[in-house]
């Protein structure tokens, strides 16, 4: 399965941006799918992840009351709604999906990853 991340930019503190994941198949039926991230010089970091069935969700807590996200079954859409950013959130954010039955928050449980899309949060 390939996945196609979008909706990066250029925003000022406080403001708010959406990020879309889209999945070429259905192969991800089963999937955890999970956003991360990666600022210059740091590792990889979980920031949300998505039960694509059942659709419980789960935080980092950098993320939590901040930031939502959502899937479209019928558009094999994953979603992330940020809001509030902050110029900590500035990063490339890269969507994923794991196989595992449960979701996990290691980059390297997941077996696919989409090419990434820069966020930049100004001051």
């Known amino acids: 399965v390939q996945l196609q991340a979008s909706g990066g930019g250029l925003v000022q503190a406080g403001g708010s941006l959406r990020l879309s994941c889209t999945a070429s198949d259905h192969t991800i039926g089963s999937s955890i799918m999970g956003w991360f991230r990666q600022a210059p010089g740091k590792e990889r970091e979980f920031v949300a992840a998505i039960s694509w069935i059942g659709g419980s969700t789960y935080y980092a807590e950098s993320a939590k009351g901040r930031f939502t996200i959502s899937r479209d079954i019928a558009k094999l859409t994953m979603y992330l709604e940020m809001n509030m950013l902050k110029p900590e959130d500035t990063a490339v954010y890269y969507c994923?999906?794991?196989?595992?039955?449960?979701?996990?928050?290691?980059?390297?449980?997941?077996?696919?990853w989409g090419q990434g899309t820069q966020v930049t949060v100004s001051s």
């Open positions: 994923a999906a794991s196989l595992l039955l449960g979701v996990t928050k290691r980059p390297n449980e997941y077996d696919y």
